[in-house]
């Protein structure tokens, strides 16, 4: 989603908010280190403003569910933030209630806004994963229709 967003970049998958350094893929799978599976977003400011950011986050993924983002269960999957500074974390806080306040959703938001931690760069295969298998199942079940509900397109 986000590599569509004129200003976004770069866009990197990884952990974060866990308990253990360097975790790999199915470390995180087991729920147990504390790790959520995150993207790092950068961007021009220039170009896009850190509330303009958090309005795709709020319309790209569910922010009500605990620990779960569709058929994906595990506290690796619970919505989150992480700032970088406090004027980051103000952003976010004001983002969350008005986005709690926006009508848009049926139960309360539990996103988490947590200090960032050590990012942990995710290996090769989930980088660029959308652009380098749209047609997988997962892909056509999940991310398509994030994309259609953005008005965003397929293809770079």
């Known amino acids: 989603v986000y590599q569509r967003i004129d200003g976004i970049t770069k ?3 990884g952990y974060m908010g866990g308990k253990i350094p360097n975790p790999t893929y199915e470390q995180i799978c087991t729920g147990r280190t504390g790790h959520a599976e995150v993207i790092k977003v950068e961007f021009d400011t220039v170009k896009i403003s850190l509330e303009k950011v958090l309005e795709v986050f709020w319309k790209a993924h569910d922010p009500t569910t605990l620990n779960r983002q569709g058929a994906d269960i595990g506290t690796q999957y619970r919505s989150a933030i992480f700032y970088s500074n406090e004027a980051d974390k ?8 008005l986005a709690g306040k926006s009508g848009e959703f049926r139960r309360p938001i539990v996103t988490e806004i947590t200090k960032s931690t050590t990012f942990y760069k995710a290996e090769e295969y ?3 994963y959308f652009n380098l298998n749209s047609n997988a199942p997962y892909c056509r079940a999940v991310i398509w229709p994030k994309l259609l509900k953005l008005g965003l397109k397929f293809k770079d």
């Open 11 to 13: 866009v990197t998958s």
């Open 90 to 97: 103000l952003v976010a806080e004001e983002s969350k209630k």
């Open 126 to 128: 989930h980088q660029n």
